[in-house]
């Protein structure tokens, strides 16, 4: 049951560049989602969130879109930098309908930037 | 900067043994979390905590698994008895410094527990 989708196993960009990630999300309970980041050997480190009231956030180099009529949300980075390079989890949570807050996790786009 | 940590990094084991993963979350933080991922898949929620007892439980939280919070700080979770498909990375996480608000989980660095 893959209620959050990422369906690019990888991706590779030119330093400097745009990166597009995308997820896609099938339960329309979801109101809050998040984007991850991951080393090997590490936990995921916590990026950039958004609500379901908004369409668009912004942190630095990082925003992420919400399309809910589409389900579908995408993590834009510029201009991206080989530190970038890692594992990007896009997770979802609905905070009604029972739920307590835990994270549905897609299962990651490899992001690899170019010098 | 606070962080969440977690011992032993790596834990090797024989099926069928007892394992505690310990946990120390954010201090001020009120909701603790159990996830897992195991090699090659994606990370899977297992438990939540708030309040001194557990929220919600996933279909892989099953009875050979618990957790507590024994003192102040450290959140603890333990399998009775490792099957060798318990192999995978766990991570814990916290989040919450307020109940009422709607706050992203930060994630400890994880334990690799291998059953043989």
């Known amino acids: 049951d893959q209620q959050v989708k990422q369906n690019s196993p990888s991706l590779s960009v030119q330093e400097g560049r745009i990166s597009i990630l995308n997820c896609d999300y099938t339960?329309?309970?979801?109101?809050?989602f998040l984007w991850y980041k991951k080393y090997p050997a590490e936990g995921p480190t916590f990026l950039i969130s958004i609500s379901s009231i908004k369409d668009k956030n912004e942190d630095g180099r990082f925003t992420v879109f919400l399309n809910k009529s589409a389900k579908h949300l995408s993590l834009h980075i510029v201009p991206s930098q080989p530190g970038d390079s890692a594992v990007y989890f896009c997770a979802a949570s609905a905070r009604y309908g029972g739920s307590q807050g835990n994270l549905i996790f897609g299962k990651g786009t490899k992001l690899s930037v170019k010098p | 900067e606070p962080e969440v940590t977690q011992t032993p990094s790596h834990q090797v084991t024989q099926m069928g043994q007892e394992v505690i993963l310990r946990c120390v979350p954010i201090s001020n933080h009120l909701y603790f979390y159990w996830y897992r991922q195991i090699l090659g898949q994606k990370v899977e929620f297992l438990v939540s905590f708030y309040n001194n007892e557990i929220s919600e439980k996933s279909e892989i939280f099953d009875d050979q698994f618990s957790v507590e919070r024994p003192d102040g700080s450290n959140f603890t979770l333990k399998i009775r008895s490792t099957k060798l498909e318990d192999s995978a990375m766990y991570f814990c996480a916290s989040s919450g410094a307020r109940a009422s608000s709607y706050n992203e989980q930060f994630f400890g660095p994880g334990t690799r527990l291998t059953v043989l």
């Open positions: 339960n329309s309970m979801f109101d809050y």
